[in-house]
């Protein structure tokens, strides 16, 4: 008898002790190599968390990481091998890892290129999203979970200031893919309960922005022609207009959705909007050149059907989480610019 309350005694303090000394949450984000990736992985082991990442296996694994290199976390990550088109191997992952959150940032996500990749688009950006969703379902069901959607899939805007409760209007194939993803995610958590949130995300950029995308592409320009290394920028569409905000804060928006007791949906944007001409013309003007100058409208940069307005209600983000951005556009693509020169220097 005084054996085994001995032994009810040890396990007590036992159970009292793993409560006393937090255990690290475990994440999981898809898309860890990319721009949001990076910046969320940043954030989350700034919180102490133990952070996994998805990456597709390629021959430059080591070209991959450079995002988590150029932020020195790419040794503080746990990198698996994976894809989101493979669903057995995400159930895998997630029996392995067992994340308390699984963010999904992975995607086919330009724009541009899903008119030359439609299908590939919907399979990953689209049906790869219910892979991840029945890989929780399937595997631990209590994760909560995180959907990248997109402003874009307001498309041809069917009110001035878009909100989560303004319809959708997709214009192209990573659009429709997207919204697939948004109802998927919402359908997910009205069927099975599970802590699953979209986060409908406006134009974000950073440093660590895809070169393709028409912040980097200026901000990379300009540094190049400040530099003699260029002459011209060729822009499409210069008259769209974007509600454009920094990647660090967007990031913070998201982490904050999942530390809700309920799920949801939340737009995330900064309430301004402005064409690509001005964005273009702050990057030139920053290092002191006329934009005029340089830049050159090419036809072959439109788009067949166009996104032409995006301005979005950060309201109830800024309510139900707190979350307000703190960097503004200007300062945003001056800090652009600047990376672009130092790396344009080093080079
Ligand atoms: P990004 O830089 O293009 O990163 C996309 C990530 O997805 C990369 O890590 C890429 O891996 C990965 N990926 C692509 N196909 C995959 C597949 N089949 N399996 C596994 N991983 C795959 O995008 P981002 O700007 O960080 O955006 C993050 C998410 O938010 C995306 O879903 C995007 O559509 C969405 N979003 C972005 C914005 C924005 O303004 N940035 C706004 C709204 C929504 P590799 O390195 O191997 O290519
Ligand atoms: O284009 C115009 C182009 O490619 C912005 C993705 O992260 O945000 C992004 O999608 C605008 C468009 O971003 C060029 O026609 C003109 O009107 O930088 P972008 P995007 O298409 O808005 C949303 C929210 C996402 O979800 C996406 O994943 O700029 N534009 N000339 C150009 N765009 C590019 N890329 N290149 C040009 O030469």
């Not at 992985?41 to 390629?58: C, D, N, T």
């Not at 569409?237 to 998201?254: C, E, F, I, L, Q």
């Not at 690509?276 to 920053?286: D, G, L, N, P, Y």
């Not at 951005?325 to 600047?338: F, G, H, K, N, P």
Request: aromatic share 8%; hydrophobic share 40%; charged share 25%.
């Amino acid at each position: 008898t005084a054996l085994r309350s001995l032994l009810s005694i040890t396990r007590a303090k036992l159970r009292q002790d793993d409560q006393e000394f937090d255990v690290a949450k475990k994440a999981l984000i898809t898309g860890i190599t990319g721009q949001d990736g990076a910046y969320l992985a940043q954030l989350l082991l700034s919180k102490g968390y133990e952070v996994h990442g998805l990456a597709r296996r390629s021959s430059t694994s080591d070209v991959n990481l450079s995002r988590l290199q150029w932020l020195g976390i790419e040794k503080d990550v746990r990198i698996v091998d994976g894809d989101l088109l493979d669903l057995s191997g995400l159930v895998r992952t997630v029996t392995d890892i067992k994340p308390d959150e699984l963010y999904n940032l992975a995607a086919q996500s330009f724009v541009a290129s899903s008119w030359q990749q439609p299908v590939l688009t919907g399979n990953v950006t689209g049906l790869g999203v219910t892979n991840v969703l029945e890989a929780i379902r399937l595997a631990k069901p209590d994760t909560r979970f995180y959907q990248a959607s997109s402003s874009e899939m307001y498309g041809l805007v069917q009110q001035p200031v878009q909100s989560e409760t303004t319809p959708f209007y997709p214009r192209s194939p990573y659009a429709v893919a997207k919204l697939y993803g948004h109802w998927i995610t919402v359908n997910y958590r009205e069927s099975f309960g599970i802590h699953a949130s979209s986060g409908i995300l406006f134009n974000h950029e950073s440093p660590l922005r895809g070169i393709e995308f028409v912040t980097r592409k200026v901000t990379d320009s300009v540094a190049r022609i400040k530099l003699g290394l260029s002459k011209e920028l060729r822009l499409g569409n210069t008259s769209a207009k974007r509600d454009w905000g920094h990647a660090k804060d967007y990031v913070r928006a998201m982490w904050l959705m999942l530390q809700q007791d309920t799920p949801d949906d939340y737009v995330v944007a900064t309430g301004r909007t402005s064409t690509v001409r001005t964005m273009c013309e702050i990057a030139f003007s920053h290092v002191g050149l006329n934009i005029d100058d340089h830049l050159v409208i090419d036809e072959a940069l439109f788009r067949p059907a166009e996104v032409e307005i995006l301005l979005g209600d950060p309201a109830k983000a800024k309510a139900k989480l707190g979350w307000e951005t703190s960097i503004s556009m200007e300062e945003l693509i001056r800090e652009m610019v600047d990376a672009d020169m130092a790396r344009h220097r080093k080079a």
